[in-house]
Structures are given as C-alpha cells and as structure tokens.
C-alpha cells in the first residue's frame, strides 16, 4: 500500500474522520470519473493547493464540475495575490502529487476552504495515492479541519 495512502488513513483516523477508501480505475474525463464513481459530477471534488505566498499555502476545495472563482477565493482569504504552485511544488508542500492531493494527511497545517455547493452524504475526493478516492461526510471533513465554507467557485 502507498506510503501516501496510509498517511491519509492515519490522520483521517487521528481526526476522528470517517473515510472509506475505494479502488478505481483511471479515467480520461471528470465524466468517466464520475460514472465510474457512481457520484454525480459536482460530488467529485478536487483539492487545490493554493500558494498565499513563499512556504503559506491553502486548500481550495470545489465541486469537480466547477473551478476556483480567484476573485472570491482571494475576498475570503484575504488577499490580493493567489497562485496555483508548479506540481512539483505542490508534491514538496503536501506530500502528493497532483491528481492524489488532499487535505487529510498533508504536509503542512494549512488553513482548507470547502466551496459552499459541496454537500450531500458522500463526497469523493484525492485519496494520497493514484488509482484510489477516499469518500467522506463532507461536513465531517469542514468539521475535522476547521473549514471554512464560502462561495469561492464558477
């Protein structure tokens, strides 16, 4: 099993987290994704690693159907400047590589923001390795990291 898998299980466990880790095949399309899910689009979500500044980095979570609105995500946090690392920046500052990432396990303490149309039951996102996604109560995961939910997607 991945070293990156375990660390999200075990901090998943540390928090008090419920996530149910499940196999998957690659797929081409947030479509195929979803299909082979069984979830609808905008219950895929992606985990964004976003740079405030040199080492300060955020979660952005947002419906795999939408993407970050940066003018809303930099009102929310408060800034005037936001910017998507390179992948080897974002694997350095989390501990995975794109495609994997999550907040549950990652390097770094940082501050998460969960877009306010995440919801429903179960929510599927990064799970620290390729070919897996952990599935979670979304409002478990704002509740185990002190999220903070806004309107930060179009």
């Given amino acids: ?3 990156g898998l375990e660390r999200m299980r075990a901090d998943a466990a540390a928090r008090g987290l419920t996530v149910t880790v499940r196999e998957r095949p690659a797929a081409r399309s947030l479509e195929e994704a979803a299909e082979l899910m069984e979830l609808p689009p905008s219950r895929l979500v992606k985990s964004l690693v976003v740079r405030r ?3 300060d980095y955020l979660f952005a979570l947002v419906p795999g159907d939408r993407s970050i609105a940066w003018p809303k995500l930099r009102a929310v946090v408060g800034v005037n400047r936001l ?27 940082w501050p998460v923001y ?3 149309r995440i919801a429903g039951p179960v ?7 390729h070919g897996y996604s952990a599935l979670l ?6 509740a185990a990291y002190g999220a903070t939910v806004a309107d930060i997607s179009d």
């Fill in 1 to 3: 099993m991945s070293a």
């Fill in 53 to 55: 500044g040199e080492g």
């Fill in 83 to 109: 910017a998507m690392p390179p992948a080897d920046e974002a694997l350095a500052a989390t501990g995975y590589e794109r495609g994997t990432i999550t907040p549950v396990g990652a390097g770094g303490d």
């Fill in 114 to 116: 969960v877009d306010e």
């Fill in 123 to 129: 929510v599927a996102l990064g799970a620290g390795a």
């Fill in 137 to 142: 109560d979304p409002a478990e995961l704002v």
